[in-house]
């Protein structure tokens, strides 16, 4: 089954019980249980709910995995696959990822007695070299956020079992649909759905999927003691949002190699990060793994002063925290994504006071261009 087909067909649509074309939002609390000694339907939706089942099944498929699990934002998908782990574990993580990535590692798991080195991920031996007799877990985000940093999945995926070492991934910026982590080995593939994959800025929800029976049931014990659960409306909305993933993805993804191609030849860009682009560090590695550079661009204008006129001169995008929208969405990350981290540690990680994130929407890629040109004429 091909993908577009996939995103319509590769999971159950519509209804078991009503036939009606989509799952219905089940906006319960509790189920009434016919029979106390052999109840199997849902009982209770912090445990499960058949609206969030259904969008377990789609997740599943685009995933081409057995297990899902939904959760109410990426951070509390990423947390999930965390806490799993006991004082005295070690994890070894790239260092260039996601700020709420970053403050959990350095804030908050310390304090449960779980530590976390940092690695540059962009040389997979790096992770070879930090694992400890306590090593249990690698932790990769390719293309990093925001400097778009390529890792070697499938070299970092060696070396972890060879070590008897847990793969976690945050697949986010390319999607199931452009890199098939799971398919390549990693354990668990991380998604912030509130991005790409409901693609209408209008859900926050996380995805985590696995071929591990055993990862499966200890993460679903985690989402249910700590009840970081998607509601029944949000899963609704992003099962409706999947049905036109293939196609956004597509068109955003076209759009964002003819945006990148033209910043990466304008004379007041610093430097353009953007996988699908030759000249990108990492990039015959990065097509290896992926079908393409994706949908995120990050560019350098030099300074904050830059950034401020260009973001007043531009007219079409967004300007704002978050990305995959099917609209274009800018961000600033020194003060949105990476805001909590802090600024020596920015610094290290690349990302600068005249650094952007463009989240490539599904807008005419001649619009597009013509907004930018535009508004690069005023820096």
């Known amino acids: 089954m091909k993908i577009n087909t996939k995103v319509l067909h590769g999971y159950e649509i519509t209804d078991k019980t009503t036939g009606s074309s989509s799952v219905p939002i089940y906006q319960a609390s509790t189920f009434h249980q016919h029979d106390l000694d052999s109840h199997s339907g849902p009982i209770y939706s912090r445990f499960s709910n058949p609206s969030r089942s259904g969008l377990c099944e789609a997740i599943c498929a685009i995933e081409e995995a057995q297990y899902a699990e939904i959760f109410a934002s990426g951070m509390a998908a990423i947390s999930a696959s965390l806490l799993q782990f006991k004082q005295g574990d070690h994890i070894v993580a790239c260092r260039n990822i996601y700020g709420g990535t970053f403050q959990l590692m350095t804030e908050m798991l310390p304090a449960y007695g779980i530590e976390v080195s940092f690695v540059d991920a962009t040389d997979p031996h790096n992770y070879l070299a930090a694992i400890k007799e306590n090593t249990k877990a690698f932790y990769v985000e390719t293309p990093s956020n925001p400097t778009l940093q390529i890792t070697d999945l499938q070299g970092v995926i060696s070396i972890a079992k060879k070590h008897n070492v847990l793969t976690i991934c945050d697949n986010t910026f390319m999607t199931p649909l452009l890199s098939n982590v799971i398919a390549l080995g990693v354990d668990i593939s991380i998604n912030s759905a509130t991005k790409f994959i409901n693609g209408h800025s209008d859900v926050v929800l996380g995805t985590l999927a696995t071929n591990s029976a055993s990862l499966a ?58 996988p699908g682009l030759a000249g990108h560090a990492g990039h015959k590695i990065h097509m290896a793994q992926s079908k393409n550079g994706g949908m995120i661009i990050s560019f350098d204008l030099g300074s904050y002063q830059n950034v401020t006129k260009f973001l007043q001169a531009l007219k079409i995008p967004l300007v704002a925290v978050s990305l995959g929208g099917i609209e274009s969405i800018i961000s600033y990350p020194a003060k949105m994504s990476h805001a909590c981290v802090s600024p020596k540690e920015r610094l290290e990680q690349g990302v600068t006071e005249g650094l952007l994130r463009y989240s490539v929407g599904c807008e005419d890629a001649e619009d597009l261009i013509e907004d930018l040109k535009a508004a690069l004429t005023v820096i």
């Open 217 to 274: 049931a200890k993460i679903h014990k985690i989402a249910v003691v700590l009840g970081g659960i998607a509601a029944p409306f949000d899963c609704w909305l992003t099962m409706r949002g999947l049905k036109s993933m293939a196609m956004r993805v597509k068109q955003a993804s076209d759009n964002a190699r003819q945006i990148a191609e033209f910043l990466a030849c304008h004379p007041k860009v610093k430097q353009v990060f953007y």
